[in-house]
């Protein structure tokens, strides 16, 4: 079974930072990862698919890169609304595997 | 509109058994595959597995056998999930959530808290 593992656990920034969250698989997944958003209380939203697909309605500050097991989640310029938990997914594959990481967790400085 | 409306909030007592629906609308209900996923209290995100909606066969993930159950009701566009023998530590919410490429959306219900409590 392959394993998503995220880093760092938490971070600690101030709006308007660049932040690079990662995630690593166990084994090569070629491009099949989706990052997610979520809030307190807040079903997950999706903000990338396809490692660098950003979903409808998510703005460009949000973009992903990686490919086979390393993948990274970029925010270029934190808003306050950004201060959430953040989950990658393997997610594209058939059947379904769709194993999430362990979540980063973004909070204010 | 694509909706997925899960039932509320449930306290059950050890040992007794939970069923949480999920009723889709606003697309064909058979097209897509349903998943759950799992969040106990304070931790992450952890996917249980998914039903086939076409054939009604059940897949779970590694750590979700044994105690729980998917179905479906096709005629009224419903996924349930069956947890029996409930313990303090299924105490979670539980999420359903549509299969499908991701250009199609991706849609979540809203999420179904279950509390084991004696």
Same mark, same amino acid.
């Given at each position: 079974?392959? %394993?998503?593992?995220?880093?760092?656990?938490i971070l600690?920034?101030?709006?308007?930072e660049?932040? &690079?969250?990662?995630?690593?698989?166990?084994?090569?997944?070629? !491009?099949?990862?989706?990052?997610? /958003? /979520?809030?307190? =209380?807040?079903?997950p939203?999706?903000?990338?698919y396809?490692?660098?697909?950003r979903? &409808? =309605?998510?703005?460009?500050?949000?973009?992903?890169?990686?490919?086979?097991?390393?993948?990274?989640?970029?925010?270029s310029?934190?808003?306050?609304?950004?201060?959430?938990?953040?989950?990658?997914?393997?997610? #594209? !594959?058939?059947?379904?595997?769709?194993?999430?990481?362990? #979540?980063?967790?973004?909070?204010?400085? | 509109?694509?909706?997925? %409306?899960?039932?509320g909030?449930?306290?059950? *007592?050890? #040992?007794?058994?939970? *069923?949480?629906?999920?009723?889709?609308?606003?697309?064909t209900?058979?097209?897509?595959?349903?998943?759950? %996923?799992?969040?106990?209290?304070?931790?992450?995100?952890?996917?249980? =597995?998914w039903?086939n909606? !076409?054939?009604?066969?059940?897949?779970?993930? /590694?750590g979700?056998?044994g105690?729980?159950?998917?179905s479906?009701?096709?005629?009224?566009?419903?996924?349930?999930?069956?947890?029996?023998?409930?313990?303090?530590?299924? &105490?979670?919410?539980?999420y359903c959530?549509?299969? #499908?490429?991701?250009?199609?959306?991706?849609?979540?219900? /809203?999420? &179904?808290?279950?509390? %084991?409590?004696?």
């Amino acid at each position: 079974e392959i %394993v998503l593992t995220q880093s760092p656990a938490i971070l600690s920034l101030s709006p308007g930072e660049r932040v &690079t969250l990662s995630c690593r698989a166990s084994q090569t997944i070629g !491009n099949l990862l989706a990052w997610y /958003q /979520q809030k307190p =209380g807040q079903a997950p939203r999706l903000l990338i698919y396809d490692a660098s697909t950003r979903a &409808t =309605g998510i703005p460009a500050r949000f973009s992903g890169s990686g490919s086979g097991i390393e993948f990274t989640l970029t925010i270029s310029s934190l808003e306050p609304e950004d201060f959430a938990v953040y989950y990658c997914q393997r997610r #594209g !594959n058939w059947p379904p595997r769709n194993t999430f990481g362990q #979540g980063t967790k973004l909070e204010i400085k | 509109q694509v909706q997925l %409306v899960q039932s509320g909030s449930e306290l059950k *007592k050890p #040992g007794a058994s939970v *069923k949480v629906s999920c009723k889709a609308s606003g697309y064909t209900f058979t097209t897509y595959a349903m998943n759950w %996923v799992r969040q106990a209290p304070g931790q992450g995100l952890e996917w249980m =597995g998914w039903i086939n909606t !076409n054939s009604g066969n059940p897949t779970y993930a /590694q750590g979700f056998t044994g105690r729980i159950v998917f179905s479906l009701d096709t005629s009224v566009n419903m996924a349930y999930l069956e947890i029996s023998g409930l313990k303090a530590e299924d &105490t979670a919410v539980y999420y359903c959530a549509r299969e #499908g490429p991701p250009i199609r959306g991706d849609y979540w219900g /809203q999420g &179904t808290l279950v509390t %084991v409590s004696s």
